[in-house]
DNA sequence: GCTTCCATGTAATAGGTTACATGATTTG
DNA sequence: CAAATCATGTAACCTATTACATGGAAGC
């Protein structure tokens, strides 16, 4: 079994009911935005197939000053469902990483891409941490802060590595350069704690 | 630019020549294992496509007691585009975690399934860290060492984070209801196989 | 006045997985 | 003797992204 956006919403309207729209900001923004996203375009088909095979229902809500709403709420069958599919054993994760990629390719790249490579990428983990810490709310399950903090440990990691590891890759390879102290040039071992 | 299967292909076979079958091999056990992979399904048809744009070329090597074997090298236009390649900005990382998923809905299990769960990430992760120091060698290049390191630092993280924070989703919730019956309605599940 | 937020949906397209099809050889 | 390894490829299928289509209201 996959992960797919429709497990993903009827797990999210588990938690509570919630619009099309709403799902989409809350997988962005909300507490397991460092591992789920979905567009708008497999949202949307996807809460109308739920709704054909009952799992869930849908009531439409006429709004002021804004458009309608259709607001999405689990029924019985769809938390059995749910329930049901939290017993089999969850898929491998997928990771792909088009930054890392680019890094395993430095010496092909010149020093100035390579920093700004890595700069950018600090600064978006740091922007992540920012909205895991937004979302750390008192009223999250116990589930959902280990999930949360497991999000935050590897982005506090993935920032020191980046900052510890980063003159491995910015350091000048083969130059023919005029004397430069400073070649500090730890072997990168794999196991170094500190 | 996505990272698509024909672009790790390409940066492959700019380190060393390969078959199809060795790229996949690659994929799943080199240094960069932690974050690519593909199937035979999409490194063929990448391959054969990469050849028609002139990127790499083909030489097939007829072998003694072993299927034939179609290595493909990168030619000077194919290093050329990877060049290009990596002087864009790289997409960001897609990341989908079944496990997380399922961990945030830790209340709709049974404790022993938590901790099962548990118990198979910390070694499904011991046995990724263990393809990494294998792969380890001296031969890789500053920025495949970089990457393979920061492989490591994520695993090391992460092992530590399930085990110092398990209890958190582990310790049984007050429950209202004692014995809950099941009801065997034959919903329609999500996705059941097997 | 421009941009962002609210709100839903479809169609074209891209990209990939899985299963199928084949078959010799080596290892346990 | 069964299983894994080596080796290539296709076809059916699935899923998701992007762009398109629409439009009012609120904030800057």
Redesign the interface.
């Known amino acids: ?4 956006v ?3 919403c ?2 999210a309207l ?1 938690e509570a009911e919630a619009s099309g729209y709403e799902l989409q900001k809350n997988f962005k923004e909300g ?2 935005a ?4 979905a567009s708008y375009g497999s949202i949307y088909p996807a809460l109308t197939r739920l709704t054909e ?3 869930v229902t849908c009531s439409e809500q006429t709004q002021e000053g804004r458009p309608d709403k259709k607001v999405y709420s689990i029924t ?2 769809g938390q ?8 089999a ?21 010149d020093a100035g ?1 390579v920093s700004r ?1 890595i700069d ?1 990428r600090i600064n ?1 983990v740091l922007g992540k941490q920012a909205i895991l810490e937004e979302s750390n709310r008192e009223d999250l ?7 949360l ?3 935050h ?2 982005m ?3 920032l ?3 900052q510890d ?1 980063r003159h ?2 910015e ?1 000048p ?1 083969m130059r023919p350069a005029p004397a430069q102290k400073n070649n500090g040039i730890t072997s ?1 071992s ?2 170094q ?1 500190q």
């Open positions: 079994m996959t992960l797919d429709r497990t993903m009827l797990g588990s507490p397991l460092h591992f789920l996203e095979e009952g799992l019985p069958q059995d469902a749910l329930e049901v599919a939290l017993r054993l969850p898929a491998e994760d997928r990771f792909r990483s088009e930054f890392l990629f680019f890094m395993s390719f430095s010496e092909l790249m891409q490579l950018d978006t399950t116990p589930g959902q802060k280990f999930v903090g497991y999000g440990a590897m506090k990691a993935s020191k590595y980046l590891n491995l890759v350091v390879q990168p794999l196991n704690d």
